[in-house]
């Protein structure tokens, strides 16, 4: 059979997922309380049918089976997460031996499958204590952060050579310090600029710190979602206002993870401000000697902007938004689901553009996927028809290959996610998985897209 899509040998198929959106047993095996068992227990109102962390897909218990599931359907790599508050109750200190036996497991159970374990470090959960003493604004959670990277190193780095600092790590400086969708609900700017400065600087301790671990083919980044910014035209105007919310929303992690170095202008737009973090003598330096080896990028919907249509208001806290408007273009193609455009050469253009701007660092697409509510209604023969996310990822496809042929340094594609997962604040209201799973007995049950992958991993392309 030729296929028309061939990608490079050895390249990752697989899909992604997170810790306290899988595992559940928030209350088991030792597990400490991370800010999203505490933001459920203080408001419960504020998840979608008031369905909370503690035992989401119940992975903790069923990790064996999700690992034959993940092999029958052709995986040959997984990004997992640790969760911080699993692995050392409270932050900081004794390790807990319960959690590492179970992340040996998970482990040794992937590699005896032949799928390769990406292991991520912090994915959004926050152990409460440190969020107690401040979070990402304290430097002694840096310090911390750094410490649980060592330990988890030492502990897996012997069977783990890909690893990861964190998964989008603007996500919660967005939702937890400027728009109220992640616990602490803080809205102010400085706060949030604080808080994503010092995610770099864990993000380069534990960079230097890794490269002291002997760890065999040994690779080390990060996850960013990034979300080209189309402006509405060429217009001067909306030109400028997309510069500006490239530089907020993807160069402020993206430069310095791979660059080693913060954009000037956005350096100058936050001292104009009055919104400068507070930094440390030879922060810098450590930046620059500890970039990433390895990007994993994110990638779901474009972001399209125009010139503010009115001046902000002076009294209003200050925000990224003072410099564009977010634009509707006419004629977009939607997921009404999830309220996110679908653009599938965004993915070209997002490689295009690492290519020629960031040394063509090598990566991959770490996180993609399509979110749909009520997904029973597609329901035929005991199985989800969802021929809707076999478009989704083809289309996508398709751009990351040509990307590649490009001479793009992309080496894999990983959906979001292998089962149907618990959402941040969403729970289960969007379905995202190649696997469906009923919530009340978490059975798990393939959806078409779950045999065409099988295919498409298995021919290593389409
Ligand atoms: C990414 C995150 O932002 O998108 C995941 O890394 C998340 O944790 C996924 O679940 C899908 O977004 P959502 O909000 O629909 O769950």
Redesign the pocket.
């Known amino acids: 059979m030729t296929l028309q899509y061939k990608f490079p040998e050895g390249f990752w198929w697989g899909s992604a997922t997170?810790a306290t959106?899988i595992e559940g047993a928030a209350n088991e095996g030792g597990k400490g309380k991370n800010i999203w068992d505490h933001w459920y227990e203080k408001e419960s109102n504020r998840f979608f049918e008031n369905v909370g962390p503690e035992s989401t897909s119940d992975f903790y218990h069923r990790y064996k089976e999700d690992v034959q599931l993940m092999k029958q359907i052709g995986h040959n790599t997984f990004r997992m997460s640790i969760s911080w508050a699993r692995l050392i109750p409270g932050g900081r200190g004794a390790v807990n031996q319960e959690a590492v036996t179970f992340y040996n497991n998970v482990i040794n159970e992937l590699l005896a499958n032949d799928i390769e374990p990406f292991v991520n470090l912090f994915?959004f959960d926050m152990p409460l204590e440190l969020q107690q003493e401040g979070g990402w604004e304290s430097r002694a959670v840096v310090d911390a952060y750094a410490e649980y990277a060592k330990v988890a190193f030492g502990l897996f780095g012997d069977r783990v050579s890909k690893w990861f600092t964190f998964?989008?790590p603007i996500?919660p400086v967005e939702g937890g310090y400027l728009y109220d969708f992640h616990y602490p609900n803080i809205v102010d700017a400085r706060r949030a600029a604080q808080v994503a400065y010092h995610t770099m600087i864990a993000h380069a301790k534990a960079v230097e710190a890794f490269r002291t671990f002997n760890i065999q083919d040994g690779k080390i980044g990060i996850i960013l979602?990034l979300t080209p910014s189309y402006p509405r035209s060429q217009n001067p105007a909306d030109l400028k206002a997309s510069r500006i919310a490239d530089l907020f929303f993807n160069r402020s992690f993206l430069d310095p993870a791979v660059l080693g170095a913060y954009p000037q202008e956005l350096i100058n737009i936050l001292r104009e401000h009055g919104q400068l973090p507070t930094t440390e003598k030879g922060d810098s330096d450590l930046l620059k000697e500890n970039t990433a080896d390895i990007l994993g990028v994110?990638y779901?919907q474009p972001r399209r902007v125009k010139a503010k249509d009115h001046l902000p208001n002076p009294y209003g806290p200050f925000m990224p938004d003072w410099f564009f408007d977010n634009y509707e273009m006419p004629g977009r193609k939607m997921n009404p689901y999830?309220g996110w455009e679908i653009y599938e050469k965004g993915i070209y253009d997002i490689m295009i553009n690492l290519k020629e701007n960031y040394g063509n660092i090598e990566s991959f697409i770490s996180?993609n996927g399509m979110?749909v509510q009520d997904e029973e209604r597609f329901l035929e023969d005991g199985e989800i028809q969802d021929d809707y996310r076999i478009d989704f990822i083809r289309e996508h496809l398709k751009w990351l290959h040509q990307a590649i042929e490009e001479g793009c340094n992309a080496k894999g594609y990983h959906l979001?996610t292998f089962m149907d997962n618990w959402?941040?604040m969403?729970a289960y209201k969007?379905r995202?998985g190649f696997f469906s799973v009923d919530i009340k007995t978490k059975e798990r049950t393939p959806k078409k897209s779950a045999h065409w992958i099988k295919r498409v991993s298995e021919d290593n392309g389409f």
């Open positions: 997170s959106q994915h998964n989008e996500v979602n994110n779901y999830r996180e979110g979001w959402s941040w969403n969007n995202y």
